[in-house]
């Protein structure tokens, strides 16, 4: 792991990344670090695309590392903002990226994995859930 590129670990224990510098390819997340607490995700959006309406089961995180988004809710908030905006989610809520200019976010995502997460569940709560994710995808 210490030959990635953008990734230092000069000690035991500390590990850092320059996410402006991670060699990133469009739409596809990289997972920085993992533990039972936390995980860090980093991703690129291309300007004028974005991260569709989507949730996580776990209280979430957006850094904007780089570039402008527009962040919508489906209860229809939305916040506009460029490099060092900060915006939580809780678990559950749902929401959408846009990205304005090219943008780099980096995503936190704590517990890890949350309540409700697939890799906590059985194979029969999985196929509830696939079921929910079609229905949810197939709309009203």
Known sequence: MADDPGR????????????RSLDLRPHSP???ASSEDARAITLEIPAGERLQDHQVHERAWVVVVD???????D?????????????????????????RTTARLLLLLTPWPGQGHPGTMT???????????AEHQAGP
Do not use: Y
Request: aromatic share 4%; no cysteine.
């Open 123 to 133: 194979l029969a709560e999985k196929a509830t859930v696939r079921q929910r994710a």
């Open 67 to 73: 570039g402008d988004v527009e962040i919508a809710t």
């Open 30 to 32: 990289e997972i920085l």
């Open 75 to 99: 209860a229809g908030e939305t916040l506009e903002g460029g490099p060092g905006l900060l915006v939580a989610f809780a678990p559950g809520e749902r929401h959408a990226v846009l990205a």
């Open 8 to 19: 230092n670990r000069e000690s035991g224990l500390m590990e850092s990344w320059d996410i």
